[in-house]
Structure formats: C-alpha cells, structure tokens
C-alpha cells in the first residue's frame, strides 16, 4: 500500500509541472535570413533611344531610334529615312523585343522575325544575316563619326616614323582590288620595314583604316586628325600616316 501511494504521489507531481517532471531544454532558432531579391536587369529601358544600324565595314548605316511604348510586335521604332535604301529587308520591320537569352529582336507585321541581334557588350550588338553578313547595332553615343569614304581616303601618303621621319610614300587608289579592297602603290625608296611588309591592298574596317600584303598581313591605323593616321596598337616609336 506505501508504495502504491508514493508512486501515484510521483506521478501527481510530474503531472502538476513540480520539480519531479521532466525539462527539455530548447535553443531559440534564429529566423532563416531574409535576402532581397535581385531586380533582373531592365533590358528595355537601358536600349531605349537612337542607335547606328550598320554592316561590319561601316560603309553602309543609317539610324534607328528604339521607343518603349507598345506596339503590334513588341516596341515601336522608328527607322531612319535613308535606311531602306542602305538595306532593303528593313522595310518590313515594324517592332522590337527582347527574346530569350537577351536577343534583340526587329519583327514585320506578322510577327516574323526579320533581323535578330546577341549583345557583345553594353551598347553594342551583333547579328549575322543571310546575304548582308555582319549587322552591328550600336548606340549613336559609342560609334563615333561615320567611317572616311574611299573618295576621302583616295590620294598621296606619307609613312612617317618616330619624330616626324618620312620612309615610305605611297598612293590609295579607287580601284577596286578583287573583293579585298582597293589597289595601294608604293613608291620607290621606301625603307626596309615597309617593303619587307609590301602592302598592296587597302581597305575601311568600320573607322580604321588597313593595309594589307598578299601574305594576309596587316598594318591598322586610326585617325588623329583629319590627315593623319597612327598605326594600332601604339609602338615606342609611332608609326603614322599623313595625307599630302
């Protein structure tokens, strides 16, 4: 009988909370972190404005300017006045979008995509295109003025090196020299680095003007000034190109 009550007297006060029952012991869990999302990039609005629309030479560009209201297709646009000319499937563009993976997109009317451009780098984008082959869409800011015309470029030249020291005199022509470019003469005296280099071919690469060998090598130049030309990438003793 004595240890029937103290084992219902154990268990009252286990029940009733007293210091016979059981404490377990709990450390606080701290709240999980809270992370802000990342706001994904709006692509739209970082294109909105004017852009150049031009082929890989620079030879041929006109303007677009890319608006952020809706349209039929995505975005309205407008396109340059001269740009139909410049290139012909352009008319049928009536809208831009982006796509998956950030493509640029122009469509026609239907829906169809006409021209479709991957980012390079910001502002400047590219697409390869049956029959014009590279496309470039650049904003007005980074493509500079328009690549010199052949007429511009056409005419007597000085290769000078170092301070101010003539070693070659050479002749751009308009005569146009197999699909490469235009025929390039040099004149008699010219020093040895530049006969052993021997260009005959030049040609407008988008703003720099190149000379190239039948080898398939190449001297690069970009412009200073209106006459003169510095070869790329710099040397200890410039090389450079002046317009007589």
């Not at 300017?65 to 000319?85: M, W, Y």
């Not at 980074?142 to 000085?158: L, V």
């Not at 308009?174 to 040609?203: E, I, M, Y």
Request: charged share 25%; aromatic share 8%; glycine share 10%.
């Amino acid at each position: 009988m004595h240890r029937t009550v103290l084992f219902a007297a154990l268990v009252w006060t286990a029940l009733a909370g007293g210091p016979a029952s059981a404490q377990v012991v709990t450390e606080p869990v701290a709240p999980p972190e809270q992370t802000q999302p990342v706001a994904p990039r709006d692509y739209v609005k970082s294109v909105l404005g004017a852009w150049e629309f031009s082929n890989s030479a620079r030879d041929k560009l006109c303007g677009i300017t890319l608006k952020g209201d809706n349209g039929p297709n995505g975005q309205r646009l407008d396109i340059g006045k001269d740009c139909v000319a410049v290139f012909p499937f352009i008319k049928d563009v009536v809208g831009w979008k982006f796509a998956e993976n950030d493509f640029l997109r122009l469509f026609d009317a239907k829906g169809e995509v006409i021209v479709e451009f991957s980012e390079v780098e910001m502002g400047l984008f590219e697409s390869l295109k049956a029959g014009e082959g590279v496309l470039f869409l650049q904003t007005v800011a980074s493509a500079g003025p328009p690549p010199r015309s052949t007429d511009q470029m056409t005419g007597e030249w000085t290769i000078v090196r170092g301070a101010g020291k003539p070693v070659c005199g050479l002749t751009l022509s308009n005569r146009a020299s197999g699909s490469d470019g235009f025929a390039l003469r040099l004149k008699p005296g010219c020093d040895a680095a530049v006969t052993r280099f021997g260009p005959t071919v030049w040609q407008m690469d988008r703003s720099e003007l190149v000379l190239m060998s039948p080898r398939g090598e190449t001297w690069r130049f970009e412009e200073t000034d209106p006459k003169t030309w510095q070869r790329i990438p710099e040397r200890a003793e410039p090389v450079l190109m002046v317009k007589q």
